[in-house]
């Protein structure tokens, strides 16, 4: 049981169940038959799983002793990360290519942004852009899923997705900013520092609200939460604590998931 808990923690489950969940449930929104729902949200589990995976894979030499990273820890091995990495993708791309060749397109793109990001663009200055860039085709791809055409309303909520998605990679990224430092990882936080990357998350939050707000769409209960949950994920950001930090990203990303569930459902 510890050894398949561990496994499952190698798939950053709750980021990747998040984006399963937020397919789906924009999926079923734009008008999709469940069937395409329950692909769609495969396609997210399979691809991230492998994200994460790969990620922890590239990094387990820098990772060494941190307990919460099971590949570094020893709790589970190389082989068995390399069998998430081929099976996530393989079950992420083959669901998306039954939901038809554009959702096939989009998640082989998100895929790249997230490999590319494992690879080495997480320390680097552009380390934000595939976490932005990924969120950002996730309306995209659900309206896809949905065999629809998305609306200019559901084009502007990716648009509200690239300073979210962006606003997210910061405040992942300082959850590990003084770790980062110490192995040479030259990540955008790293360069900025801590209080100029709390102040840009903030700002680009606010410019994607900004967005969201521009739609029209009425103040329903999903952005009211959404909104909170932002702020309250930002004030986790703003913890010295690293564990802090990281539950404040993850809450944000709720919260952004929140804000685009309500106005995707207005429309």
């Given at each position: 049981m510890?050894?398949?808990?561990?496994?499952?923690?190698?798939?950053?489950?709750?980021?990747?169940?998040?984006n399963?969940l937020?397919?789906?449930?924009l999926?079923?929104v734009?008008?999709?038959?469940?069937?395409r729902?329950?692909?769609?949200?495969t396609?997210?589990l399979?691809?991230?799983?492998s994200?994460?995976?790969?990620?922890?894979?590239?990094?387990?030499?820098?990772?060494?002793?941190?307990?919460?990273?099971?590949?570094?820890?020893?709790?589970?091995?190389?082989?068995?990360?390399?069998s998430v990495?081929?099976?996530?993708?393989?079950?992420?791309?083959?669901?998306?290519?039954?939901l038809?060749?554009?959702?096939?397109?989009?998640a082989?793109?998100?895929?790249?942004?997230?490999?590319?990001?494992?690879?080495?663009?997480k320390?680097?200055?552009?380390?934000?852009?595939?976490?932005?860039?990924?969120?950002?085709?996730?309306?995209?791809?659900?309206?896809?899923?949905a065999?629809?055409?998305?609306?200019i309303?559901?084009?502007?909520?990716?648009?509200?997705?690239i300073?979210?998605?962006a606003a997210?990679?910061?405040?992942?990224?300082?959850?590990?900013?003084?770790?980062d430092?110490?192995?040479?990882?030259?990540?955008l936080?790293?360069?900025?520092?801590?209080?100029?990357?709390?102040?840009?998350?903030a700002?680009?939050?606010?410019?994607a609200?900004?967005?969201v707000a521009?739609?029209?769409?009425?103040?329903?209960?999903?952005?009211?939460?959404?909104?909170?949950?932002?702020v309250?994920g930002?004030a986790l950001?703003?913890?010295?604590?690293?564990e802090a930090?990281?539950?404040?990203?993850?809450?944000?990303?709720i919260?952004?998931a929140?804000?685009?569930?309500?106005?995707?459902?207005?429309?």
């Amino acid at each position: 049981m510890e050894r398949l808990l561990a496994t499952v923690r190698l798939m950053h489950p709750l980021p990747t169940t998040l984006n399963a969940l937020v397919a789906a449930g924009l999926t079923l929104v734009a008008g999709g038959e469940p069937s395409r729902a329950i692909l769609a949200a495969t396609t997210m589990l399979g691809i991230h799983a492998s994200i994460g995976a790969l990620n922890d894979l590239l990094d387990r030499d820098a990772d060494r002793g941190r307990s919460e990273k099971p590949l570094a820890s020893g709790r589970v091995s190389d082989r068995t990360a390399r069998s998430v990495i081929a099976t996530g993708a393989a079950i992420g791309l083959g669901s998306a290519s039954l939901l038809g060749a554009s959702s096939l397109q989009i998640a082989a793109l998100g895929a790249l942004l997230g490999y590319l990001y494992d690879a080495g663009l997480k320390r680097s200055w552009a380390s934000f852009l595939p976490f932005s860039l990924g969120v950002a085709l996730i309306p995209l791809f659900a309206w896809s899923a949905a065999d629809r055409v998305p609306p200019i309303a559901i084009l502007l909520l990716s648009a509200a997705a690239i300073p979210g998605g962006a606003a997210l990679a910061l405040q992942n990224a300082l959850a590990d900013v003084r770790l980062d430092a110490a192995v040479g990882v030259r990540s955008l936080v790293v360069r900025l520092g801590e209080r100029a990357a709390r102040v840009a998350a903030a700002a680009l939050h606010l410019a994607a609200m900004a967005i969201v707000a521009s739609i029209g769409a009425p103040l329903l209960p999903w952005q009211l939460i959404g909104g909170a949950l932002i702020v309250l994920g930002l004030a986790l950001s703003w913890s010295g604590a690293a564990e802090a930090r990281r539950r404040g990203w993850e809450i944000s990303a709720i919260g952004l998931a929140s804000c685009a569930l309500g106005v995707a459902g207005a429309q």
